[in-house]
């Protein structure tokens, strides 16, 4: 079964640390994963998407498909970063979007 | 604004009623999507139009439940009969299939979500 998960529902660091946040995944074949974050009051937009290996924002996610893995990164956490973060894969029948339960970073001053 | 746009933005209904919402994708997009979030969790596919067609529809979508997207534009989600279990946060989202190289890629851009209450 496809499936997304991120263990973490809540992360809270202070800005100028780094910040890990972890999503694994199930998936047979060659997976397409996203991060996706939603601002409070704002609509869930993309942050990054593996094929693409941008850094946006400062944050990175390396795919590594031995760990089903595809942790979201940052080494030095912003205020502006607090938000809830989504991990996603694209199912391998169609086109719709499999995610995770969220992980909320808290970015304390 | 140019995004993809859900109205009504906010809606409260007594258990039995219909309620219907709308979703107009950013207009060169061809895919059209429906999702349920609930508190806690991320979001769940409900549904997929490609064009008018409705490729996909997932188990959460009950007989009370209809999509439609007539056009090929708009879509409309209506619930019959709603129940308190219905209460969430809806949310549609839109992308251009993409031609040619990897299939499914192209980014989903979601609307603002419409949030049912159930009472």
């Known amino acids: 079964a496809q499936r997304v998960t991120q263990p973490e529902k809540l992360l809270s660091v202070f800005k100028g640390a780094p910040v890990e946040l972890k999503c694994n995944y199930s998936y047979s074949g060659s997976p397409e994963l996203f991060w996706y974050v939603q601002y409070s009051r704002q609509r869930l937009q993309l942050l990054l998407r593996?094929?693409s290996r941008e850094s946006i924002k400062g944050f990175t996610a390396d795919l590594n498909k031995g760990e089903t893995s595809f942790h979201l990164k940052k080494p030095f956490a912003q205020e502006e970063d607090s938000a809830m973060y989504y991990c996603?894969?694209?199912?391998?029948?169609?086109?719709?979007?499999?995610f995770g339960q969220g992980t909320e970073l808290s970015v304390k001053p | 604004d140019t995004g993809v746009s859900q109205n009504p933005r906010h809606k409260i209904t007594k258990r039995g009623q219909n309620v219907t919402f709308r979703c107009d994708p950013i207009?060169?997009?061809?895919?059209l999507y429906w999702y349920r979030q609930t508190l806690g969790q991320g979001p769940e596919f409900l549904t997929y139009f490609q064009n008018e067609a409705q490729l996909e529809k997932s188990r959460l979508l009950s007989d009370r439940f209809s999509a439609e997207r007539p056009k090929g534009s708009f879509s409309t989600l209506e619930i019959q009969r709603t129940e308190q279990g219905d209460s969430a946060m809806y949310l549609c989202?839109?992308?251009?299939?993409?031609?040619?190289?990897?299939?499914?890629?192209?980014?989903?851009?979601f609307g603002p979500g419409t949030r049912l209450t159930v009472l």
């Open positions: 207009s060169e997009h061809n895919r």
């Open positions: 989202a839109s992308s251009r299939r993409p031609s040619g190289g990897l299939p499914f890629t192209d980014t989903q851009y």
């Open positions: 996603a894969l694209i199912d391998n029948q169609g086109g719709k979007l499999i």
């Open positions: 593996h094929i």
